[in-house]
Structure formats: C-alpha cells, structure tokens
C-alpha cells in the first residue's frame, strides 16, 4: 500500500536555493559573536579541512532534500539563522516555466555570521512534513511505501556516520558547493481539505445508495438457486390481516414485535396498488425492503462516523468504508432479513454514547431490542464505559450505571406495554418460543444430531395453554446433551465474559470501546444455541473497523465463503451432505474463537504481557489464507461429486442411468461403437442434457434429431448405426417415432424397458445369430427380476434389485434378501417391502423397471469367506412365491440365487 503526499511548489520562477541564498545573505553578523566551531559540537569545520581536497566519489547524486541539509549546516556554521516558517510561504501556484538555474553561493555570504538561537527542536512529524514539503518543490516523488516500514517498536537501522580530522586551515579558502539538479516540473494537486473529504464522502454514498436500491428492486436473495428469505414469513403474517388478526393482539410470533408490526404496515400500504400477476408479493417487498434499505444506508453513514473517530487520515476512513460496501453478506441481509435493522441501533447507542449522549444511546438499545435480541449486548458494553468513566467515584458509577439501566428499561416498557395489556398470553408465548427453541446450526446442533435450519414448532395462533393441550413444543427435536451440561456451558460463557468485564482497560477512547462490543458479539455467536447466516453482519461492521487491512479482509472472506457454503450450497443444493454442514459449523466457530482473540487483543495488547505472540498474530492471516484455499482445492471436488450423486439419488433418472449401466454389463454381445464405449441414440436434446453428466463415461451418446432442424452436418440415424452390430436407442421428444422407425427398420429389438416418466428404452441388434433378452428369474405373479447390483459397505452388503411386472399386481408383496453360508446356514438377512416400503407392487404400472436397494447388515463376529446372495418375493402370509429360471425350472426353496460375495 502506497500513500503519495502531494504539496503544491512555490511559485516560479524563484527556486527553494535562491531563496535561501537571499535570505541567508540578508543576516548580518554582529563583530562580538564568535564564529560557530562545528567541530567541538560534532559539526563539521571546513577551516579545518587540507587544500586542495581530493576530489571523491561521492555517491549517488545528492537529492533535493540532502543539498538543502548541506546548505542549512553550511549556514548554521556561518551562524546564520535557518529558521523556515512555513506560513509565511508564498501561496502555492502551479508552475508555468522553467527555473533559472543556479545554486547557493556560500563564498557570496557575509563572514563571519552570529550565531543565532534555532529555536525549539521539531519534532519527527515536524521533520517529515518538512522533507516531503522541500522535496514536492523540488520535483522529487514523495511516495512512500507503507508496507516497507519497519512494524512498531523496531530500532531504526544504524547510520554511517563519517569524522573529519581537524587541521589548520585557516589561510584556506571555504570550498564551494557544486550547485543542485534542475528540478523536475510537480503537477499541480491541491491538499484535499474538509470540502474535498465531504465531497468524496458524498460519491461514495451515492453509490452505496445507488447499488442497494437497484439491487431491491432486481436481484432475489436466492438469486438462480431459490428466493429463500423472510420476506416469505412477512408476507405470510401480515396478510392475517385481512382478517382482523394483528401481531401480538391474536398470535404470537418468535421476534419482538416492532418488526412484525412493521411489516403489517408494508402489506396495508401494497394492498393500495394492484397485485403484480408474476409475483403477488412484489409491492409488499419493495415497500418493506426500501425500508431496510434506509437503514442499511444509516448503518453506512454510523459506520464512516465511527471510523472517523477512529483515523484522522482520509484514506483509512475511506478503506472502512469501501470494505463494508463491498462485502456481500450486508447487501444479502439487506434483501430479505430484517438483521440490518438491528444492526443500525447498536451502532447507533455505540456513537451516542463516544458522543456522551448516555440518555439516548440507552434509548438506541431499547428500541433495538424491541427490533430483535441481539442488539441487548450493547448494554454491558454501555455500563463498562460508564463504569471506567466513574471509576474514581464509586457512588457516582452506581448512579450512571443505574440510569442508563433505567433508561433502557424504560424504553422496552413503552413499546412493549401495549401488547402487555392488549394480548399479554401472545407476549408470554413470544417470550417462551425464544428461549424454548431447539439448536440449529451450530456446534450445539451438531452434538444434538440436528443437520437442519432454524425453525420454531407449534401453532401461532395456539396460546400456550391450547398448545399443551395438543402436546405441541416449541422444540422441533431432542437435544441430546443433558440440562446440566448445557448449564456448564452457560456458566462457563458467564464466568469467561465476566472476567473479561472487570480487567482494566482505557474505554474512553473508541478504539478499546468498539473492540470490546465486537468481542462481546463474538462471545454470544459462540454460546449463542441458534445461528443464521445473516448473523454474520453483525461481525462484519467491528471487522472492518478494527481491521481495515488484509487482516480483517481476510476474516470477512473467509466468513462470507462458510455463510455461502451453509445457504445455499448445503441448504439447497447438497441438504443430505450433513458433512458439510459439520464443516462449517466447527470452522466457523474456530474462526469466531479467533477473531474473539483479535479484538482482546486490541484492548489488551500483545506485548504487554506475551510478546513472543506477536510474531504469530501478524502471520495469522497469511496461515488463515493459505489454509483456506487448501480446503477449498478440497472442498470444490468433494462439492461437485456430492452434487452429482445426490441430483442422480434424487432424479427420476436414477433407475434408468444405473439399470442401463449395469444391464449392459451382463448381456452378452453388446459391441462397444467407434469411441470404445456402447452407443446410446437419443432424439431429443433435453434428455441428451439430462443424461450427459451421468452416462458420458460409460456410453457414446449421440443426438439424432440435428437433421430435422437442419443443422448442417448433423449426423443422420443411417450414419449413426454404420458398422454397429448392438445399440441402444431411447426415443423421446418430437423425434421419437423417426428414430424408433429409423433403427428398428434395420435391426430388431433384443430387449424392451420401459421407464416411468422418461419412455422406452430398447436394445436393438443387427446381426442374425444375437440371442434376446431373457429374465434370470420370473415368480409366479408376473413379476420378474431383469437384473441386480451389489455393492460392498462397510458392516454391511447393499443390493439394488430390478423388477418388473408383466401385469398389474393384486397383492402388495415383499422381498427376502439373505446370505448364506457355504452349508446353506443363513447369517444375515434383509427383508422389506420394495424401496424399503416406499414402493408396494401393487402400484407398479405395467412393464416399468422398478429399483429396489436393500442394505444387509452383517453380525461384527462374521468370519471370512465366501457367502451365496439369495432373493425372492412372500405374500402376506408369509407363503414364497414361485420363482422360475430361464430353462423352465423353479429355483429351490423358491429362493434366487444372485451371485457368490467373498465378505468381509
């Protein structure tokens, strides 16, 4: 990161060195004052130095600022005073020509000069702004790379200093300065004052307000996945409405009641304007969401309020605010989740109380905890200013503390009283869902077994009483760990929080302040049961303003990445891969522990007690970043095969993609085609895409219906069946009967399957001496097994069975899957109603193959060897059905058998 200091020149066409050659010979030298001897006080005596002096290499070309030091310790010698008031420059003006050269004559000077008294010393900051101000003029650059500085607390490198010896050269002349470089041109920029800083303020609100707005009113929180928010609830809850049913006067609801209220205002508002017929609920959203929106813009403005407490450099109050603007997890709340207006009011209380507006900051919190829970946590951070505040006058403290506790009580009185007198049942029940709610989506939830979102059970409209005269819960699922294990969790939170109160600490200066108000945030998200992705954009302000650098980028990023990981990749795309879900939940939490450590360790630093950390802490997000993309090289394979299975498990496809696999591994005579792999004509492109990701691998699909919407060059049928001896067609689609007639007016069916949803598939053969497909296995009621597929798991053999009935089933029948041993003994079995009772044959249509998967534990004492998998169907009396084998024979003990497994 690089900061440029640009300062206007002088005017032209006087240079800095005439300046300073005029001024210093205007100094006269009162005949009583000594001449200044450098060499008593570490200067250097040119009187002292032999003539002729070698000439030296002397380096690199001086620079402006060195030939300015050189010529103000050449004056100070001469006792002439050096002294640079910077007010009394000339008004800066950019330059129009060149500058006569020339530099500063010292043999011109008068000698000798009095010695003058320089004044105070300046400071570090003094030397500085002077340096960059002489070397601007000069037309040097004065960029300064910020991230080569040395970090705090280094020791500066050492200087070579160089000594002179003194010697008698009193008769010698003074020798002369070899005059300065030309200066380059500066362009022109004037400082940006106050205006300037408004102005860019103003573009970058504009902006912020700009992108919200549009983004209201054109993108889905959803975006192509799914529309998933709470505008949904709202809209649901407000239309009750119509029917004279308000919030908290005839239902509960799990949130305080401002929001619910607000909402029943935004819906009274659409009803005004006719319903849009794409989406019913486009005004309600629009009204309800530029409300967000506003206080999404007043988050913006309290956010670059608190950072300008915080920096007194423009550039870094800017960082903070581009940062926030450009994080995605804020603009996601903004567009479905009320979160944003609970965030105004922390940030609100926090502002007013740096502004010692006490009153109204407990005000802030009230109205905030009428809006949503969380915002309750800005109390204790409140009452340990006011406590540090007052730390010297324990009565007083008590009163500040008292009255900001008052206050805030107050203020939950006011808005929540009349609900208390109009519906005080609805309030208890509000008030009893939020602390009755089950875990979800945190670490808690993960030790409960629950891998699900965050909902409340039990009938709104249902009083308490009402609902436990229905055995309704506000739990929607067991928590698994014991009252007395949650209540060592709680304990252990309050004691830790504790502690952390009471350590000293400087709270009247923001920085501190706002660090323990995130660190309070990041304590409750760690104890809290419950835990949504909008959470995170209660983090996100104390990140950025803490942490305008590549380290607070990097927590941001690596939260937003889990939050997108959790909704909707885990919840809409991958919802059974509880693994991933796992995942999440115990990075984040790790993440959050660490970042809770980043905010202590801005009230309490480091060095103070453990520096031999602070070498790891500046490291920590270099680690944290390179440990993120190792998990997400990881991650990305793992997603993309999880998503490939789970859309195959979940699709109507499934039966057909894996029957087809495994059928045309056990007919005999199946030719692969010309790329090494089975052909699969299809006449329709939308199957063709459905298909593609799961049989690519194993088949040679081709589309044949280019020709009838004249692509030239498409393939025709007659191209695509040359020199092919087997192959597999499935007509769909308005080509259908073109290709059926096509292949089967050269070849004849082999074998017919007929699939549910999707059409007829057919194995056609061109050759004379092909056999046709026939059953392993036919039972007496029309059913037959067409084939099987096993699979081996850990603890456990899983078959899929494929079925098919010849006529529609009277009887509702179930399998036997069994494994036995080499003496015929059985030593596991598996038996269920097709597709583990899903499935009854007696909704089976007529000549569809039906999947059915059975998993056969095995007993953990099974010894090794080879066992026999045997199958077959029972009526509800237990009787087996009659299972013929292809030659006419029944099979023995009715039973089929698939084919020998070696376990384990």
Not at 108 to 124: K, Q
Not at 661 to 690: C, F, H, M, W
Request: aromatic fraction near 12%.
């Amino acid at each position: 990161m690089s900061q440029e200091q640009n300062t206007p020149p002088l005017p032209p066409p006087e240079r800095e060195a005439d300046k300073i050659q005029a001024a210093l010979s205007a100094s006269a030298h009162p005949p009583h004052t000594p001449p200044f001897k450098g060499g008593d006080e570490g200067g250097v005596d040119f009187d002292d130095l032999p003539e002729p002096l070698p000439e030296l290499d002397e380096g690199p070309e001086p620079r402006p600022v060195d030939d300015i030091q050189d010529a103000l310790i050449e004056a100070a010698q001469k006792g002439v005073p050096t002294e640079l008031a910077l007010d009394d420059l000339p008004k800066p003006t950019p330059p129009e020509r060149e500058r006569d050269e020339g530099g500063v004559d010292f043999d011109d000077l008068p000698e000798p000069l009095p010695e003058l008294d320089e004044g105070p010393r300046p400071g570090p900051v003094d030397d500085i702004q002077g340096a960059l101000i002489q070397a601007a003029q000069a037309g040097v650059r004065t960029e300064v790379d910020l991230d080569e500085l040395p970090p705090p607390g280094m020791p500066d490198p050492p200087q070579k200093v160089i000594h002179f010896k003194q010697r008698d050269t009193a008769t010698r002349p003074t020798p002369r300065l070899s005059p300065p470089p030309e200066p380059l041109p500066l362009t022109y920029f004037p400082e940006p004052g106050p205006a300037r800083q408004s102005a860019d303020f103003g573009l970058a609100l504009a902006l912020f307000v700009a992108f919200r707005l549009l983004s209201l009113f054109l993108l889905r929180p959803g975006g192509y996945l799914r529309d998933w928010s709470d505008f949904d609830t709202f809209f649901g809850i407000a239309s009750l409405s119509d029917y004279g049913l308000w919030p908290f006067l005839d239902f509960w609801l799990e949130w305080p009641p401002l929001v619910p209220w607000l909402a029943a205002g935004a819906y009274k508002l659409s009803l005004f304007l006719p319903p849009w017929p794409d989406d019913p609920r486009l005004w309600f959203i629009l009204i309800l969401g530029t409300v967000f929106v506003l206080f999404e813009i007043g988050n913006f403005l309290l956010i670059h309020r608190l950072a300008r407490r915080l920096f007194t450099s423009t550039e870094a109050v800017n960082r903070v605010l581009w940062l926030y603007a450009g994080l995605f997890p804020p603009l996601y709340a903004m567009l479905g989740f009320f979160d944003g207006i609970a965030l105004f009011f922390m940030l609100l209380a926090l502002e007013l109380l740096l502004s010692e507006q006490r009153i109204s900051s407990a005000i802030s919190v009230g109205v905030g905890f009428m809006v949503k829970i969380i915002p309750i946590l800005m109390l204790p951070v409140a009452l340990r200013r006011l406590w540090h505040q007052y730390r010297q006058n324990e009565a007083e403290a008590r009163v500040e503390l008292g009255l900001y506790a008052v206050v805030f009580g107050l203020t939950v009185a006011v808005l929540l009283g009349p609900f208390l007198f109009g519906g005080p049942q609805w309030v208890r029940a509000s008030v009893q869902s939020m602390a009755g709610r089950s875990s979800w989506e945190t670490v808690w939830a993960v030790a409960d077994g629950y891998y699900g979102f965050g909902q409340v059970g039990g009938d709104r409209l249902k009083t308490l009483d009402q609902m436990a005269a229905a055995g309704e819960s506000f739990a929607i699922h067991e928590g698994r760990l014991p009252w007395w294990a949650w209540g060592v969790i709680t304990l252990g939170f309050a004691g830790l929080y504790a502690y952390l109160f009471t350590r000293p600490a400087d709270y009247s200066q923001p920085r501190p302040l706002l660090a323990f108000a995130g660190l309070t945030v990041a304590l409750f998200l760690l104890y809290t049961k419950g835990y949504s992705p909008q959470f995170l954009v209660y983090l996100l302000p104390f990140i950025v303003l803490l942490f305008p650098n590549a380290r607070g980028l990097t927590y941001a990023l690596i939260l937003t990445g889990l939050n997108i990981l959790e909704q909707p990749v885990y919840f809409v795309l991958l919802p059974q891969a509880s693994w991933l879900l796992i995942f999440i939940v115990v990075a984040r939490f790790a993440l959050t522990t660490l970042l809770a450590l980043e905010f202590a360790a801005v009230i309490w630093p480091l060095e103070s007690r453990w520096p031999g950390l602070i070498k790891l802490q500046a490291k920590t997000p270099q680690y944290l970043g390179g440990l993120a993309a190792v998990v997400l090289a990881v991650l990305i394979p793992l997603l993309l095969w999880s998503y490939h299975t789970e859309q195959l498990a979940d699709s109507p496809l499934a039966t057909f993609v894996n029957f087809i696999r495994v059928q045309t591994r056990n007919i005999e005579n199946i030719q692969p085609g010309p790329a090494g792999k089975p052909r699969l004509l299809l006449s329709d492109q939308a199957t063709y895409r459905q298909l593609y990701p799961y049989l690519s691998r194993d088949f040679d699909l081709q589309l044949t219906d280019g020709a009838a919407k004249k692509y030239p060059g498409a393939p025709r049928v007659v191209e695509l069946l040359q020199g092919l001896d087997t192959i597999w067609v499935l007509p769909t689609g308005p080509q259908e009967r073109v290709l059926s007639s096509a292949v089967s007016g050269r070849g004849q069916a082999l074998a017919t399957f007929e699939f549910a949803g999707l059409g007829t598939a057919s194995l056609y053969g061109f050759q004379a001496n092909i056999p046709p497909f026939i059953a392993p296995a036919r039972f007496s009621s029309g059913i037959e097994l067409l084939t099987h597929e096993v699979a081996k798991e850990r603890g456990a053999v899983k078959v899929t069975l494929y079925w098919r009935a010849l006529n529609a089933q009277t009887q509702d029948y179930k399998v036997f899957t069994q494994l036995l041993d080499a003496q015929g003994q059985l030593v596991a079995s598996h038996d269920s109603a097709p597709a583990n009772e899903s499935d009854p044959t007696t909704g089976w249509p007529v000549n569809a193959v039906r999947a059915d998967p059975h998993r056969i534990e095995l007993p953990p004492d099974l010894p090794p060897g080879e066992y026999t998998l045997m199958t077959g169907l029972y009526n509800s009396f237990g009787d087996r059905l009659r299972a013929i084998a292809p030659n006419g024979y029944t099979f023995a003990n009715q039973a089929v058998p698939l084919e020998t497994v070696r376990l384990p």
